[in-house]
């Protein structure tokens, strides 16, 4: 309970794949660890407005892995412009005809490349 007498719930992330990549893990690490910001400090609600949770935290996760890259610590390719697929994958659906509102709620969206692209990328565009 909090102090306000609020419920507080509590969350939890499962990191599933032993086989992946090390870039993969720290990947998918990184993104849940800034949901622990973009979600849960500021708490946006994730199913009416997921862009606002997935958006900030995909940007974020991109700046950490891209300087995680700069310096070694995980394997690929720096780039001074770490935005480029964001933009690319926002182009595609916009040239798809698929694209729908952000205000759209996160369990009424179409199809799953409109939500996924929505709020993902877009979200990281805005
Ligand atoms: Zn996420």
Same mark, same amino acid.
Request: proline share 3%; aromatic share 12%.
């Given at each position: ?19 992946? /990549? ?26 009416? @407005? ?32 770490? @935005? ?11 040239? /798809? ?15 799953? @490349? ?5 709020? @993902? ?6």
């Amino acid at each position: 309970m909090g102090g306000d007498g609020g419920m507080e719930y509590p969350m939890a992330t499962l990191i599933t794949g032993a086989d992946r /990549s090390i870039s993969s893990l720290a990947g998918v690490a990184i993104h849940e660890l800034m949901h622990s910001w973009y979600q849960m400090m500021l708490a946006t609600n994730e199913s009416l @407005y997921a862009w606002m949770d997935e958006g900030f935290t995909t940007l974020a996760s991109c700046e950490v892995m891209n300087e995680l890259r700069r310096t070694g610590d995980v394997p690929g390719a720096y780039t001074p412009m770490p @935005y480029v697929d964001l933009y690319n994958g926002l182009r595609n659906l916009i040239k /798809s005809g698929r694209e729908e509102a952000l205000s759209t709620h996160a369990d009424h969206f179409t199809t799953n @490349y409109a939500y996924g692209v929505g709020s @993902y990328t877009k979200g990281a565009v805005f």
